[in-house]
């Protein structure tokens, strides 16, 4: 079974930042655009940030100049840079492969203080 691996969600204050890490095997990170995804409770999943292989970056409106998708292709590594988060982006978030196959990592907690 291939594993994504989530760190970095935790509590923070409103306005504050946190930084999530996805370690991916190389097998599926170099084939695949890598994204972060997020689910509030009662809410469906939804896109965050996504990015290519090549780099190209796509975000959803809500989060457009405060977060940052990068992805580190030697540690087979993809970030998800938050700055400025606000009680709505708390959620689980949970890091995706898209190659051949699709593969979702198990869910980091973000959880923002008012």
């Known amino acids: 079974q291939v594993q994504l691996v989530e760190s970095g969600g935790g509590l923070v204050q409103t306005g504050g930042s946190l930084r999530l890490s996805c370690a991916a095997p190389t097998s599926i990170f170099s084939i695949s655009a890598m994204g972060w995804y997020r689910q509030a409770p009662g809410k469906q999943r939804e896109l965050v940030a996504v990015i290519s292989r090549g780099g190209s970056r796509r975000y959803a409106e809500f989060v457009k100049g405060r977060f940052t998708i990068s992805r580190d292709n030697a540690k087979n590594t993809v970030f998800l840079q938050m700055n400025s988060l606000q009680p709505e982006d708390a959620a689980v978030y949970y890091c995706?492969?898209?190659?051949?196959?699709?593969?979702w990592g198990q869910g980091t907690q973000v959880t923002v203080s008012s």
């Open positions: 995706n492969a898209k190659g051949t196959e699709n593969y």
